[in-house]
């Protein structure tokens, strides 16, 4: 990218392009910056959204103080390598999708927008300036968070106290609602049944099918001890709605017995989960199986293993593998188990938290958050 000291931009130069009067009359807001991210011009919808004044923003730049954006998460995105519309200047690349960010109102209230950045480039074809389209999204966020609300809800696993074990979920849908589905249950003295699962799809389409497999799971609870036979279940239920996309979701299940450790479980398309032991050993199940609803009146199998003492069983959905550095690799599977034995330093990978976890994976890819839902589930046995 050109040095700006060597090529300066003025809102003089945008005017010189015939563009202003156009960007004033959109609806959205609009503003440019120079390639250090002062800001050129700020449209009059810039203005109504944010009420920040032209007068107050033209001459300083975007981080200072000013929208402060954020992600759906609460990350700060003002840092160069963060800035969407710092990335879209030196990639010389505009939005390939529009991103949900969260700005900041001169009154300090945070306010949804719906944010797009393209680079603009000078006669030579030089990147000089940038240019980023808001929109207001405040009402259609009020009901995806009421959204969120309800599927947070439904997705409560809540178990009565059992000294034998323990259980850590960490779920980040890479949007507001998201397309994973998980859920635990004690079903007996010592049984308990664990799926997580991952729905075709992303936001608010995918995260109405989690409701419906949270009803599928009681539908057939009287099956949630056998594996094969309610995964049966589960697809014959699913294959009608999965017709036209060729299946329906990914799915793992699990029945472990508190009391002698063993897991019996069933993989339908999904990505194996981790035995994670007290040393650095990690095993990859298998028993692979078709997706479900892929396939009508499947007959699943159940493989065995055996969870012991000090070790934990680590579910997972693909978005913790399909993540890919800046080089363009892919993590999967044996790098997330490099991942975890290099953040578990000499210590047992079992005791990895899954915050660290989630933590090194966002490392790999050099990014804020995961383009994909991300669902980790650990279960221990103590």
């Known amino acids: 990218m050109p040095d700006s000291a060597m090529l300066p931009w003025t809102a003089l ?30 449209n009059e919808a810039a ?20 929208l402060v954006h954020a992600d759906k998460d609460g990350h700060l995105l003002c840092g160069k390598e963060f800035c969407p519309l710092h990335r879209s200047m030196v990639t010389g690349q505009r939005s390939a999708e529009a991103l949900l960010l969260f700005a900041q109102k001169k009154n300090g209230e945070r306010v ?7 680079p603009i480039r ?9 240019i980023e389209l808001f929109r207001d999204l405040t009402l259609q966020v009020d009901d995806l968070m009421r959204a969120r609300q309800i599927q947070e809800a439904m997705l409560l696993c809540p178990l009565p106290p059992d000294e034998r074990l323990e259980l850590e979920i960490r779920y980040t849908p890479s949007e507001i609602v998201g397309g994973d589905f998980y859920r635990m249950e004690r079903i007996g003295p010592d049984l308990y049944t664990v799926m997580v699962a991952d729905v075709m799809g992303h936001g608010m389409a995918s995260a109405l099918y989690t409701m419906q497999l949270r009803s599928l799971w009681e539908d057939w609870r009287e099956e949630l001890s056998y594996p094969a036979a309610f995964m049966g279940r589960i697809n014959n239920c699913l294959q009608v709605l999965a017709r036209e996309a060729g ?11 508190a009391a002698t450790g063993e897991l019996r479980y069933v993989l339908a398309g999904h990505p194996p989960p981790l035995l994670l ?14 997706a479900l609803g892929m396939l009508p009146d499947l007959h699943y199998t159940e493989a065995v293993q055996q969870l012991e003492p000090g070790a934990a069983l680590l579910l997972l959905t693909d978005g913790a593998l399909e993540v890919n550095n800046e080089a363009g690799a892919e993590l999967g599977s044996d790098g997330l188990q ?28 050099n990014q804020i958050h995961l383009q994909d839902d991300l669902t980790l589930m650990k279960l221990s046995r103590r």
């Open 47 to 66: 203005e109504r959204i944010t009420g920040w004044p032209a007068a107050e923003v033209v001459g300083r730049t975007c981080r200072d103080n000013l």
């Open 122 to 130: 000078d006669a030579q074809g030089q990147v000089v300036a940038g």
């Open 13 to 42: 130069d945008l005017g010189k392009l015939g563009v202003l009067e156009t960007l004033n009359a959109l609806a959205d807001g609009v503003y440019v910056t120079d390639t250090e991210r002062r800001i050129l011009f700020w």
């Open 277 to 290: 032991h007290p040393d650095q050993r990690i095993d990859v199940l298998a028993n692979q199986q078709p």
């Open 112 to 118: 949804p927008v719906e944010v797009t950045v393209a």
């Open 338 to 365: 490099q991942l975890l034995r290099t953040a578990a330093q000499g210590a047992p990978v079992s005791t990895l938290n899954l915050a660290q976890m989630e933590e090194q994976i966002l490392r790999f890819g």
């Open 247 to 257: 299946y329906f979701a990914t799915a793992a299940c699990v029945s472990y017995n």
